[in-house]
């Protein structure tokens, strides 16, 4: 089942975020900063991944990176489904209506 932020436009979209980045600015921030955490753990596991491949070829290293780097990912995809649920929540909650500026045949 879609949720309601999945139904909205591009545009519609930008504006919501716009709106809640005023609205609940300490949440964004606290949110963005997730984001830039998962994106330096997926970064880092691969680095220290390829880096165990040519100079360290211990198997216990490259278990641990692989759990880093799996770790990154799981959390940023977490952290993708959580933003629309808060987004989702927003938009119903200050009754955020579409534009109707959808193309008709």
Do not use: P
Not at 6 to 31: A, P, Q
Request: hydrophobic residues 40%; proline residues 0%.
């Amino acid at each position: 089942m879609k949720i309601y932020y999945d139904r909205l436009s591009k545009e519609d979209k930008k504006e919501l975020l716009n709106k809640y980045k005023v609205d609940k600015k300490e949440m964004y921030k606290k949110m963005n900063n997730m984001f830039i955490l998962c994106y330096v753990c997926i970064i880092v596991g691969i680095v220290v991944l390829i880096y165990d491949c040519f100079f360290n070829k211990n198997i216990t290293n490259f278990v641990i990176d692989i759990i880093i780097t799996i770790f990154g990912i799981v959390s940023l995809l977490k952290m993708n489904s959580y933003k629309r649920e808060l987004l989702n929540k927003f938009a119903l909650d200050n009754n955020f209506k579409k534009n109707s500026k959808t193309k008709r045949s």
